[in-house]
């Protein structure tokens, strides 16, 4: 099952994703990671890619989706994989329907602004192993250390109000087009999220063909 997992920012969609990720057997691939794994390993589409980044330029939909096509061949991916991040816009999702990369459903995590805006705005991440705890969801032991390395809990700056809202604003703007988009070819399912994480999760499995 070749899936993409759709939604805005703090919707929670990277969370279920490593859920599904164990219950299916299929890796979650995001376009940073692929991205930073291809510079590091110094492929040759690699080296592509970090020519555009240290140049501050974005990288070209094609070399993503070829990195993309490069990375599915790779043994865990023979069940599947769940793309979180990408595309972003319509004509990424055109760029990939006229690669060979085959999707068989696309899954639309919702949540109102509000949920969103609690969730990531009470996010707080460790500065030594990065690791994520929530205020209310997720608290530290104690309050402002990690539990896992005793590193120092912070709030990017992206995870505060002003930032989420930006980043609200870009998402509509240029990834809510793909709902329609894949409303049309028929194979997008709503997630509702103003739930618990667990809900979530089982909601997602239910509908995973």
Do not use: W
């Not at 219950?23 to 890619?49: F, W, Y």
């Not at 599915?72 to 319509?90: A, H, Q, S, V, W």
């Amino acid at each position: 099952m070749n899936l993409i997992f759709l939604g805005p920012p703090g919707v929670g969609k990277g969370t279920v994703a490593k859920h599904v990720t164990k219950e299916k057997s299929i890796p979650q691939i995001s376009t940073g990671d692929l991205l930073r794994a291809a510079v590091k390993q110094g492929s040759e589409l690699g080296k592509q890619a970090k020519e555009y980044m240290d140049s501050g330029k974005l990288v070209p939909d094609n070399l993503i989706i070829n990195l993309m096509k490069e990375r599915i061949l790779e043994d865990d991916c023979k069940n599947g994989f769940i793309l979180d991040g990408f595309p972003r816009t319509i004509p990424q999702a055109e760029a990939l329907n006229n690669s060979d990369v085959k999707i068989d459903q696309v899954l639309n995590f919702k949540a109102k602004e509000e949920t969103i805006i609690q969730r990531l705005s009470g996010r707080r991440t460790c500065k030594s192993c990065n690791a994520i705890f929530h205020i209310t969801n997720i608290p530290p032991k104690t309050e402002g250390i990690c539990d896992k390395c005793q590193g120092e809990l912070f709030q990017r700056d992206d995870d505060k109000p002003e930032a989420i809202k930006k980043r609200l604003e870009v998402y509509k703007q240029q990834t809510e087009p793909l709902i329609e988009f894949y409303k049309k070819e028929e194979i997008l399912t709503d997630i509702e999220t103003e739930q618990p994480i667990p809900g979530i999760v089982k909601d997602t499995l239910a509908v995973i063909i």
